[in-house]
């Protein structure tokens, strides 16, 4: 029996007595299970988290009248109900008490059009407040991936004080924990770092506002019981699909029980709701594994180009970007000569990157025409509907770099609306590469940034592809547009604009390729790429540094959405000297692009490019369509990498192996490779094999086994012996089904 005590219109006390029947909730996917349980006082715990139980009935316990409350966790928790750990919810009142109490109210299984995707509806009520949280989860049956989020209802007569929402919690029993997390700025993005979890809280986040996962990503893997391995071992691997600030906890407690916490950051966001609101969080993302990270990443990839990005079974064209070929100094004949030549390359679609708009402040360089997008008739007479025609008649698609976010102070558009930059009172503007933010809270400038997007789009109806950039985060904080007292609701009304443009263009230009890109890597989260093809991996475009930086990204995204581009030696970031071949053995491990001036390529260099390209367009299923399987880590003591992605039918598959450093007087690996059918039977062959040494005419090649058949079992227990010692050799093997 409990009491139910209900506030009703601020006065009226009403106690009522009832008992609750122990309930279970299955929320199930093929081979993943997280099970809640209601107990005799209408309290949710989470059960377990794992691999799908086949009796479940069992997590509930013997005796109904035993309470498990200083051993299981609630399955969302409150402030004020005895935890004293970070809860999920925390609010105020609206007559100023702090605590919230939730229980159990209803749960069903939500209609679905879509028999792989099974929601669970899970209702909380406080008995002593007319406020409700509604937990959804929702199972992709097939992927094995598991997504919650939370909407929390005022029906108070008065507002409340939201100081945190959780999209998830999740408690792990009694354990040792391992957190991979991901980190690194500009040129340096997605880096890996593993630490074990020790009594206390750790936590990551992001405080600045817009490209917020540049520094650190809001995704993370945990393992448990020893260090993450590819192919043993639980692992979990979670994202939270947010594009703002974002907070990620991880707190070991007294009991050795992990708490793993993620969704928005609460950092100065306290978010009154008035009679009647509600609030949704964003999506925590889960995939769980037995099996270590490989299958927990596979799983997740499958996911996405299903769920997560925008047209994810159709393959990512080749680009030529014309920034590092370019920059800012061009004019029209220019660009039409990177089109001729990126067309005799085998590209298939060209980018004219940041300098082609401004008027009255021409964009030459960065300090002038961010936010005037009318393009410069000096540089381009001919508008851009020449270069579209031009590109179009030698067989290409046409993209366009735009950064609609952000103004110049030396623009038209901050002298007609200085009131639409984010600014802070009674302090000097803080510039971050000459440039301010617009505030995305306001529905005004929602409109300018939709309108110049569409404008563009419908005035130029061949455009096929947007770079959608954005080169700064939030310092100068502060809105005109939101009244002084909801000045915390910033932080997430202006992703909720952005998401809200985002909408409207993919919905109206369905046909145009977006690509998230923020100084690099800001926007690397599937908030994002819910409205997007593919994300511009990192500006740094040094082989050797995307080898770590892919690899980071390979953990939680699919190769067809990370831009990986072939860019000049001695590289404009690092100064880094690599051979072609090693550029593009890199970069068409995800999708390949190409980021240089064609005419600064030598005779040699412009075949091989030539060449690389039409290679890639070869294996580009198989690289883009296909699983993933990481066999050795750049960040193992081996100084080597190598990966290899293998077909849905098995039937094809393709290997990347790189070697970092000299390796003096070691024997040459043998790669065991993984994802094979053991019985069939698959032909080995090198793809563009070094040339040797001072030659152009002979290849020196990375097997000994060129054009040989073996098993599937045999590949993968005993592996091909790759010949690459030096710092910057790479080979790429193609096996075939025959």
């Known amino acids: 029996m409990r009491k139910l005590i209900l506030t009703l219109c601020g006065s009226v006390v009403l106690t009522l007595a009832t008992t609750v029947r122990q309930v279970l909730i299955p929320i199930e996917c093929e081979q993943t299970g997280y099970y809640l349980v209601v107990d005799n006082d209408g309290t949710v715990f989470q059960k377990y988290f794992g691999s799908r139980l086949s009796t479940p009935a069992s997590l509930l316990p013997n005796d109904p009248q035993k309470t498990n409350k200083n051993t299981d966790a609630e399955a969302y928790s409150a402030f004020g109900n005895g935890n004293t750990n970070e809860t ?73 004080r939201l100081d945190g929402l959780a999209s998830g919690y999740l408690v792990l029993p009694p354990g040792e924990f391992f957190l991979t997390h991901f980190y690194g700025a500009w040129s340096a993005e997605m880096q890996m770092k593993e630490d074990k979890l020790s009594q206390g809280i750790k936590v990551i986040d992001s405080k600045k506002g817009v490209r917020t996962t540049q520094s650190e990503n809001p995704s993370f893997i945990i393992s448990v019981s020893h260090p993450a391995e590819e192919n043993c071992g639980e692992a979990i691997i979670g ?30 966001s306290d978010y009154p709701l008035d009679p009647g609101a509600t609030f949704s969080s964003p999506e925590l993302i889960l995939a ?73 402040y021409p964009r030459n360089n960065d300090k002038a025409g961010l936010g005037d997008w009318q393009v410069n008739r000096k540089k381009l007479p001919g508008g851009l509907k020449t270069l579209i025609d031009h590109a179009h008649a030698r067989g290409l698609g046409f993209g366009l770099w735009v950064e609609p976010e952000m103004v110049n102070p030396k623009s038209e558009l901050a002298e007609k ?28 400038v929602q409109e300018f940034v939709y309108n110049t997007v569409s404008g563009v789009l419908r005035e130029n109806p061949g455009i096929a592809y947007i770079k959608w950039d954005a080169n700064r985060h939030v310092e100068n904080f502060g809105s005109a547009y939101l009244p002084a007292d909801r000045q915390s609701h910033f932080w997430i009304d202006y992703i909720r604009g952005l998401y ?88 068409m491990s995800q999708r390949l692009g190409v980021e240089l001036q064609p005419k600064l390529l030598t005779p040699e260099e412009l075949e091989w490019t030539r060449r690389g390209i039409e ?57 065991r490779l993984q994802g094979l059918d053991p019985d069939k039977q698959y032909r080995v062959t090198e793809l563009m094999p070094a040339p040797k040494p001072g030659k152009t005419d002979s290849t020196r090649p990375a097997i000994q086994c060129e054009g040989e058949t073996f098993s599937g079992d045999f590949l993968m227990k005993y592996g091909i012996k790759i010949l690459i010692r030096n710092a910057g050799e790479s080979a790429v093997l193609e096996l075939t089904e025959i």
Not at 111 to 119: F, K, L, T, W, Y
Not at 244 to 268: A, Q, T, W
């Open 288 to 360: 769980y594994s037995d099996c270590g990270t490989g299958e927990a990443s596979r799983n997740l990839h499958r996911w996405a180009r299903k769920y997560g990005i925008q047209d994810g079974t159709m393959p990512r064209p080749v680009v030529l970007n014309s920034w590092e070929g370019a920059y800012f100094s061009f004019d029209e004949q220019t660009i039409l000569k990177m089109i001729d030549d990126a067309a005799s390359m085998g590209v298939e679609l060209f980018v004219l990157d940041d300098g082609w708009f401004g008027e009255k």
């Open 88 to 160: 999920a919810l925390r609010l105020i009142h609206s007559d100023g008490n702090m605590t919230t109490l939730l229980l159990y109210d209803s749960h069903r299984v939500l209609p679905s059009q879509d028999a792989n995707i099974v929601v669970t509806e899970v209702v909380l009520k406080d008995p002593a407040y007319p406020l409700q949280v509604t937990l959804f989860y929702t199972a992709y049956q097939k992927e094995n991936i598991l997504t919650c989020r939370s909407v929390i209802r005022n029906d108070e007569t008065g507002s409340v």
């Open 239 to 268: 994202t939270v699909a947010w594009s703002g600030n974002y907070k990620l906890s991880f707190e070991v407690d007294n009991l050795n029980r992990l708490h793993i916490l993620g969704g928005r950051n609460d950092f100065l």
């Open 417 to 444: 609306h200085p009131d639409w930059i984010v600014g802070t009172p009674n302090r000097e503007p803080i510039l971050m590469r000459n440039q301010l933010l617009l505030d995305l809270s306001n529905p005004a």
């Open 615 to 671: 290679t890639y367009k070869r294996i580009r299923d198989v690289v883009q369509l296909g699983d993933l399987y990481r066999l050795i880590s750049p960040y193992d003591d081996t100084d080597r990498a190598s990966m290899m992605y293998v077909s849905e039918d098995q039937s094809k598959a393709v290997l990347f192996a790189y070697s970092l450093r000299y390796h003096y007087r070691e024997d040459y690996p043998h790669v």
């Open 500 to 587: 809200g443009v985002y909408e409207r263009l993919s919905e109206e230009f369905p046909d145009v390729i977006f690509q998230a890109c923020s100084s690099g890597g800001g926007r690397a989260d599937y908030g994002a790429l819910k409205y997007h093809h593919e994300f511009w991996g990192s500006d740094n475009t040094d082989a050797y540094s995307r080898i770590f930086i892919n690899w980071g990204f390979s953990q939680i995204f699919p190769s067809m959405a990370i831009g990986s581009h072939v860019s000049f030696s001695p590289n404009h970031q690092t100064k880094n000297v690599s051979s072609i071949k090693f550029r593009f053995d890199v970069a």
